[in-house]
Every structure is written in C-alpha cells, then in structure tokens.
C-alpha cells in the first residue's frame, strides 16, 4: 500500500512540473557593424555556440538559438567564413558546415560531410568556394559556397592539418601532427603548398613543429606561419616565422611562448601576436618587438584563448576562455593598448570574422 502512495504521489509531482518550452526566437536583424564570434563550447557536448558583438560592446550570446527554433549549432565550433549575405560555421564534430544569413541569422543550410569526417579550418578559395581542412583525415576538401555541396572530398596534405589559407595561385596548409602525438610520421609539422587549380602539392615548407596556422599578408605577397613546438623537446618555444613565396625561404623567424594566435594589419603588415605574455605586436621590416599589452593566462583561469582581426573597426579581439568551463569574453583592443570594451559570450571563443 506504501508503495502505491509513493507512485501516485510520484505523478503527481511529475504531472505538477512545467514542461520546459523552446525559446521564443526573435526576427529583429543583427545590428550591422558587429563581428561574429564561434565558441567551441565543450567537446562533444552539443554547446557549440555562434555569438555576435556590436561595435557599442553589446553582445548577443547564441544567434543561432535565439533566431531559429530548436536548433543548435552544433558540436564543437571551430571556425567561421563571412562571404556576402552569408556566415559558414565549422562544427567539426557535428561534421559540418552550417550557414546562416548574415542580418538576421536564420539557418540557409549546411554543408554536410561522411560520417566521420571533421571539418576544422576555412579559407575562402574564389566567388564560389572554399576549402576546409579535414583535421582527423590529414587532407583538405573543397566546397560549393552556393551549393551548399562538396566539390572535392580528399586532397591529401599532412598530418592533422589544422590552418590554413590562400593566396595567388597556392594554399598553404599547417600539418600540426598534433604536437607530440604524431611528431615522428612523415609531413608532421611542415606547411603543404598545393595548387588551387587541382590541389596537388607543389612544395613542403618543414621544421615547424606542432604548426598551427598560416596567415596571408597579401598585399606585400608573403605568409605568415605560426607554430607551438613541441612539449617534450627541452627548448619547446614556440613562434612565427614569416615565408616569401618569391624566394621558397624563410626570411624572418621570431619566438614566442605558447602562441595562440597571430593577425596581420593589411595597411602597415604589423603583426600581432597572442602568446603566453599578453599580445606583441612585431614590425618585419624594423625587426622590431613592441609589447602591446601585457597579461599572463593562469592554469585554467582567464585564459587568453584566441586572437582576431576586426575590420570594421582596425582593432584586435581576444577571445578570453576564462576557465574553459564556464562563459567566456571577448576583449576588444585598440592598436595602442587600450581596452575599449569587454563582451560576454559562449564557452570558449575561438573564431572571428566580422
């Protein structure tokens, strides 16, 4: 009899809780002049996120939830295209590409890959497509922009290819071998050029280790590289170096500790580096190294995760992913230092493009 009470007082409770409603989704348009921020949220935890800031400071945390019903990004966000009217949205462990409209934010569509395949960087290849690196396939694959289909499945490049970009006729690709994990195969930590006409490797730049990045500076025709080194090694700072397509070499090479990101100024070719200090800003042809604002990440505490470019505005943004765990910020930062302002958003801001 007591267990007939308990049951019945069970459904009651249980008929008594409200039964949790989607959000109501708003159809207002972005405010223009903002920057779209992908936070990764946690791995394989379904919280990616796609925020948006205003040039006031004002952020609106997940653009995708809030204008679009029952729908997430995804899982596990790793970078952004702005391309027109439309934002292509990595989810890598979703294994896809999801676009949506650039004013509003309303879903258009996604690019979908086989199962299994995890779509990790892009570059914008012409009008019409893009490339993406294939972290755990060690390749690159094109896409149609305006399809919404993939053009080419596999381009082979190294191992764990992770940035990447395109300038003249070439595509630089950064094969990380993720660091110590896969160090000792063939191509780990080297930048695979490939041509853009058929995407077959045409040269191989090599001792990067734990490479991460490639960053065009187009306007004066070089590509910056950045990578981590590796952690076993007893000297594993990390750096920049800067390569001249003109010559095949390296023609600057300068370190850094833990670098997390690099951004180049397209009017003066200064380039700003994320690193374990705070972010230095460093000029080629001066060789010279400016501190430009100082801060130490702690162990998973204010941890200065990321660094972008704002257009818009010709200022730098650092995503800041706190204690990875919980919302991270975006701080806005003019070209002297100063901190214009300080945004909230998702779990662990990675990406930007405004």
Known sequence: MRFVIYVIVALVVVRCVPVPSAPDVTTTPLTPGGVFVVCEGLWRQNNATLSYCTPSGTSERDVVSTRNADLRLGDTGSDILVRGDSVYVCASSSGSIEVFHRNTGIWQGRILFERGREPYKLALLNDTSAVCSILNEDCIAEVHLRKLTVRVAKAPTGPAPEGLCVMGNNIYVANSGLGDLRSKEEGAGTVSILDVRDLRIVNTVRGLPNVMDCIADARRNRVWIVYRNLTSLPDSLGGVVLFDPATNSII???????????????????????????????????????????????????????????REQNILLVGNARSYVTDGEVIAIDLNGNVRFRSSVGLNPAAFED
């Open 252 to 310: 600057d090479h300068q370190r850094f500790a833990s670098p997390k990101g690099l951004v180049v100024d397209p009017e003066t070719g200064r380039i700003y580096v994320l690193h374990l200090m705070g972010v230095h800003s460093y000029d080629h042809d001066t060789r010279s190294t400016t501190p430009l604002i100082e801060h130490r990440s702690g162990n998973g505490n204010d941890v200065w995760y990321s660094l972008g470019w704002w």
